[in-house]
């Protein structure tokens, strides 16, 4: 006869889940008739045991409301189970925080790991949430964003020995794992996008200069533009990171000079319809006077009228890649095998779904 099975709370109810039993490794391996090690392997997905034997202690497992004890873990082993998302609140991408966590969750729900996010707040020391990861061992691997070529948090992590991955390049002389998006040739494409449609004066909107990013972006806007022989320039005393009314004030003042500005690109969706706003403020018709082209990562861009050009990063699949190459990170994969750089998708307005690549 088998055992019994006993009885388990699942509830979160602190008071109601004090009178039952927790469910532990050796429950497991009496309900199974495995031995403790077995049980374990099994939930660690171990190769030399068989796929039946797995998804029978996992289905078991989930059935009784099992979980792995933390604080035990880390006492044997070392390991938090804790992935760090590092994520800079500043950012007026739209869905930036969104889309990256549903795109890294979706790589991690099948892991014994957890993602922890630790916001960085506009205007605070970027190495605050760094530092604090890496004095306490507050994770086991950590994904940070808007990397700048020396970035001091890639080398204090290098310097501890704590795997980590970028979204965006550095150039800190010692390999690590990251995804980008090619914002150099985002640039460039959009400059020759503005050309094809006879504009003649092309002003680019550029991300804070101590980003990496902006520094590829500025020269894809550069060397396309003089390359197609036509007038550009930064616009004046705008980034990403500026607000959307300034955005709209700057654009009416540009749009009512004498000889103004008539494409625009913009690696933000939030700041381009700022942008188009301030246009029709000075009496300048979007598609017909004047071309804006922006970065999309969402679909705002779907309900925007006039309807502009755009190029598409897909921040989900960059979790993914961030997530994927962490773990593999982790698991002691080389570096080399663990970089990718995500190219634009073209969108026009005319209902075609967005396609992105990814080279290597």
Known sequence: M????????????????????????RTLAELTGLGVTTVSRALKDAPELSVETKARVRA???EIGYRPDRAGIRLRTGKTLVIALVLDQSDAIAEFARRM?????????????????????MGSDPMEPITYIAETVAADGVIFTHTRPQDPRGKLLLERGIPFVTHGRTRLGHPHPFHDFDNETFARLAVEHLVSRG??????????????????????????????????DLMPGLDLDSRSQAFRKA???????????????????????????????????VGRDVDVIAKETSDLLDNVWPPI??????????????????LARMRGAPVDTLTSLATPGFRQRTGHPCVWKRTV
């Not at 004066?201 to 197609?228: D, H, I, N, Q, W």
């Not at 003042?253 to 690109?265: A, K, N, Q, W, Y």
């Not at 050009?309 to 962490?326: N, Y």
């Open 2 to 25: 088998p055992p019994k099975r006993p009885e388990f709370q699942k509830s979160s109810d602190n008071k109601k889940q004090d009178s039952f039993a927790r469910p532990t490794l």
């Open 101 to 121: 966590i549903f795109g890294i969750s979706e790589i991690l729900r099948d892991t014994p790991y957890h993602l922890v996010v630790f916001p960085q707040v």
């Open 60 to 62: 078991l497992a989930e």
């Open 309 to 326: 050009d755009s190029f598409c990063e897909d921040l989900v699949l960059a979790g993914k890649e961030l997530a994927s190459f962490l």
């Open 199 to 232: 504009r003649k004066r092309l002003a680019l909107v550029t991300p804070r200069p101590e980003f990496t990013y902006a520094e590829f972006m500025l020269k894809g806007f550069r060397e396309a533009a003089s390359r197609a022989q036509v007038e550009h």
């Open 251 to 285: 654009a009416m003042r540009l749009g009512e000079e004498e000889h103004p500005f008539d494409g625009f690109i913009c690696a933000s969706e939030t700041r381009s319809v700022a942008l188009m706003a301030g246009l029709k403020d000075a009496g300048r018709i």
